[in-house]
């Protein structure tokens, strides 16, 4: 028998506050009943959310293992030092920084590592698959830093490197930024390195999404290109919601400051334990597997999906999420998300490159596979969802009691019960 104080005690907490009690059954219910097919979200492990609940939530650790500013720390020392250990063998790096709290904190710390106010950096602009974070107006990067963007090129719709170097060569940017939310191809690390070599700039890999890919050696790592490598450990990596840099061993003091306590406070020991259990997790042969999967089976949903109308951008996938345009059948971002959920399919609406609507209306959805392959689905499952989201997106609506709602929520509901999120135990 385990004690209940290392971890939740669910049965307490409903006796107390049947409330939120209702809430974390309400969202388990949720995960179970439907398709989660958000790119950036996934199902973390029993074990990662049982270090998320426990009692190192309520240490004080401003500083680093070793060098702390508060009594007490031996043992929290113990987890921060294994995370970094792991980080850095995981990815090959020199250096690792455990403590940013989210993606966004992690990139403020680069930012606050390299960049006085008013300098300049060059990144992917938004509405072709950048990071708010990445220097757009409503963040504290775009008010603070001066931020020039490349986008796609217009016939391929992936990275226009041309034109990445012709702004590199033009603007002389501090920093030079490569990484998005909705990428689908592989990115070409060498040639970035080589643009930011020729114009002295610090060359900045955001690999929040596809970092995961990367534990698994799925795809190429950026670590051996880039000066920093920022990334979330929520998304396909599948850890706790939080973030993580590495870098060069020159940079590790200038990384270290800026994280703490230039950008934040105390660290999150609880997180930190979790993102350690992660890390372990992704060294074991079966995460390597499965991000081969997750790969596998978004190219399959991304083509069936534009074998039934749904156009993917670039022409496919190399990643874990592919966008698509929807104009081929007539139907909005906005609209096509809300008819898929009220069908039980999440998902949500994306700009496409060029897009002509809004970005709260947008032409396009983008969907991740993470989430429906840690469920154990694989190829045939994906021709399926792709055929569900096709009939609700251009025949269904977006009230859940219309015929077409029902009849493909059915079928997702006997989909993830051969498939179940957080499976009961037997
Ligand atoms: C998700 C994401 C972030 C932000 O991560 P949060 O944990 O939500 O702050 C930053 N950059 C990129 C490219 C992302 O995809």
Known sequence: MSDTFY??????????????????????????????????????????????????????????????YYGGCSEVDKAESLAIERAKALFGADHANVQPHSGASANQAVYGAFLKPGETILAMSLPHGGHLTHGTKVSFSGKWFDAVHYGVDKDTEDIDYDEVERLAKEH????????GSAIPRTIDFARFRAIADEVGAIFWVDAAHFIGLVAGQAIESPVPHADVVSFTTHKVLRGPRSGAIVCREEHAAAIDKAV??????????????????NFKECATPEYAAYTRQVIANAKVLAQALGEHGIRPTTGGTDT???????????????????????????????????????????????????????????????????????????????????????????????????????????
Do not use: W
């Open 172 to 179: 002389r940017p501090k920093v030079l930024l490569a990484g």
């Open 260 to 277: 703490f306590p230039m950008m934040q406070g105390g660290p999150q020991m609880h997180t930190i334990a979790a993102k350690a259990v």
């Open 320 to 426: 874990h999420l592919s966008l698509h345009d929807l104009q081929g059948v007539h139907v909005t971002g906005v609209d096509a998300e809300a008819r898929s959920d009220a069908a039980g399919i999440t998902l949500n609406k994306n700009a496409i490159p060029f897009d002509p609507q809004k970005p709260n209306i947008a032409s396009g959805i983008r969907v991740g596979t993470p989430c429906v392959t840690t469920q154990g689905m694989g190829e045939d499952e994906m021709r399926t969802i792709a055929r569900l989201i096709a009939r609700a997106v251009t025949e269904g609506d977006a009230d859940p009691q219309h015929a077409v709602s029902r009849e493909v929520r059915a079928e997702v509901t006997e989909l993830v019960q051969a498939f179940p999120a957080y499976p009961r135990p037997a």
């Open 7 to 68: 971890g939740s005690d669910f049965d307490a907490l409903s006796a107390f506050d049947p409330e939120i009690a209702s809430v974390l059954t309400g969202e388990l219910d949720r995960l179970r009943g439907g398709l989660q097919l958000i790119a950036s979200e996934n199902l973390s492990s029993p074990e990662v959310l049982t270090a998320l609940g426990s009692t190192l939530s309520n240490k004080y650790a401003e500083g680093y293992p070793g060098r702390r």
